[in-house]
């Protein structure tokens, strides 16, 4: 399932267990409910989710907030997320707010 939101793409793909998300774009106030809700949808059909971030170039404290929601989410049902492929800026933002510490970075 592949569809455009603001400034944001996601592309999911479900492999047996697991649902690949990618996203393209920025991940910030107007986009993120709709991650939120694609994370959300994939938790409750998959044991496992891989966010590729490859195409990620901006995350807003509104991202955060998302990312630890389904992180949350994941860890009381017993199920697991991993961000992939994360660039050195995005992971500047996990260290500085400690959220490096918190999820899943692979």
Do not use: C
């Amino acid at each position: 399932m592949k569809g455009m939101i603001g400034n944001m793409e996601i592309i999911r793909e479900k492999n047996e267990n697991t649902e690949v998300i990618r996203i393209k774009g920025r991940l910030d106030t107007i986009t993120s409910p709709q991650l939120h809700t694609a994370l959300a949808d994939a938790l409750g059909q998959a044991e496992k989710i891989e966010i590729d971030f490859t195409g990620v170039e901006y995350v807003s404290s509104a991202g955060l907030r998302v990312l630890l929601q389904i992180q949350k989410s994941a860890q009381q049902t017993g199920k697991t997320m991993i961000l992939m492929k994360v660039s050195s800026d995005v992971m500047e933002v996990f260290e500085m707010t400690g959220f490096s510490g918190i999820l899943n970075i692979i």
